[in-house]
């Protein structure tokens, strides 16, 4: 088994904390979306949304976080031989989770100089690469035209208020369940968990804690119970506990402008 992920994607979060929850072994394929490297020719034709992660297991390639994880459910029982019931608890809350899209709120907590450079940057990334694969170059003209409406998006306020009313909504939602379980579906952790956690680790890394969690206490508590856990560990607080997120970000930041500086100068300017 396979997975194509990112530490930054909040999808691919939510998916290795399923894989290491039940335990599955997979093979690790980092794969920067910040960096253009999702646009990569090959990367591409397995999936041309280029978007994150990717789980492939033999002839099986699965692309959405909630279908992963419910591929992943299954197969830790057919592995275990064992025949659970049919939990519809966890379905709805994963189904709620998953309905929240955060990249409108991310993108307008971002500072707007990072942000527009990063975009100019895979808009780059994308003329390079339909010059370099003739045949794919209608859907990268399909990425390169969602980057423009993106850009138009996270400068319309209305946009930015629906995602954040819709975040409130969910956070709580989950504050309610949570006086209630000890977990988002009761009193054991589950998927829905693994879903919901990496959006309270974006919040975190947009330094929003005040605004979002903290004033809500037992979304805290829980995220601090949590926070123990090794699949959290592994997914999320390898990378962004105290320092690290600054590694994290100085680490990417850096290879960008590297990339930049090698476009200016390099062998005929091209973009490599």
Same mark, same amino acid.
């Given at each position: 088994?396979?997975?194509?992920?990112?530490?930054y994607?909040?999808?691919?979060?939510?998916?290795r904390?399923?894989?290491?929850?039940?335990?599955?072994d997979?093979?690790?394929?980092?794969?920067?979306?910040?960096t253009?490297?999702n646009?990569?020719?090959?990367?591409?034709?397995?999936n041309?949304?280029?978007?994150?992660?990717?789980?492939?297991?033999?002839?099986?390639?699965?692309?959405?976080?909630?279908?992963?994880?419910?591929?992943?459910?299954?197969?830790?029982v057919?592995?275990?031989?064992?025949?659970?019931?049919?939990?519809?608890?966890?379905?709805?809350?994963?189904?709620?989770?998953?309905?929240?899209?955060?990249?409108?709120?991310?993108?307008?907590?971002?500072?707007?100089?990072?942000?527009a450079?990063?975009?100019?940057?895979i808009?780059?990334?994308?003329?390079?690469?339909?010059?370099?694969?003739?045949?794919?170059?209608?859907?990268?003209?399909?990425?390169?035209?969602?980057? !423009?409406?993106?850009? &138009?998006?996270?400068?319309d306020? $209305?946009? +930015?208020?629906?995602?954040?009313?819709?975040l #409130?909504? /969910? %956070?709580?939602?989950?504050?309610?369940?949570?006086?209630?379980?000890? !977990?988002?579906?009761? &009193?054991?952790?589950?998927?829905? $968990?693994? +879903?919901?956690?990496?959006?309270?680790?974006? #919040?975190? /890394? %947009?330094?929003?804690?005040e605004?979002y969690?903290?004033c809500?206490?037992?979304?805290?508590?829980?995220?601090?119970?949590?926070?123990?856990?090794?699949s959290?560990?592994?997914?999320?607080?390898?990378?962004?506990?105290?320092?690290?997120?600054?590694?994290?970000?100085?680490?990417?930041?850096?290879?960008?402008?590297?990339?930049?500086?090698?476009?200016?100068?390099?062998?005929?300017?091209?973009?490599?």
């Amino acid at each position: 088994m396979q997975l194509y992920h990112h530490s930054y994607s909040l999808d691919s979060q939510k998916v290795r904390m399923a894989l290491e929850e039940k335990g599955i072994d997979y093979t690790s394929y980092h794969v920067n979306p910040l960096t253009g490297k999702n646009m990569n020719v090959d990367f591409f034709r397995m999936n041309p949304s280029a978007k994150l992660p990717v789980f492939q297991n033999g002839v099986h390639v699965i692309y959405r976080a909630i279908d992963i994880i419910q591929y992943i459910d299954r197969l830790a029982v057919h592995l275990s031989g064992e025949i659970p019931p049919v939990n519809t608890v966890v379905h709805q809350w994963m189904q709620k989770v998953d309905a929240w899209n955060p990249k409108m709120f991310t993108l307008t907590h971002t500072p707007v100089k990072y942000r527009a450079f990063v975009s100019k940057f895979i808009r780059r990334v994308l003329i390079a690469r339909m010059a370099e694969a003739p045949d794919l170059a209608s859907m990268y003209h399909v990425k390169l035209r969602e980057a !423009y409406e993106t850009e &138009d998006k996270v400068k319309d306020p $209305d946009i +930015m208020r629906q995602s954040e009313e819709e975040l #409130i909504k /969910l %956070l709580d939602d989950v504050e309610a369940q949570l006086s209630k379980t000890k !977990y988002l579906a009761g &009193d054991d952790f589950s998927p829905a $968990d693994s +879903m919901f956690i990496p959006i309270l680790a974006r #919040i975190t /890394l %947009l330094d929003l804690d005040e605004e979002y969690i903290n004033c809500r206490p037992k979304i805290l508590e829980y995220y601090n119970l949590v926070k123990h856990r090794p699949s959290y560990k592994v997914a999320i607080g390898k990378y962004f506990n105290g320092w690290k997120k600054y590694r994290t970000l100085f680490k990417t930041s850096f290879f960008l402008c590297v990339r930049t500086l090698f476009r200016r100068t390099g062998p005929g300017n091209k973009l490599q």
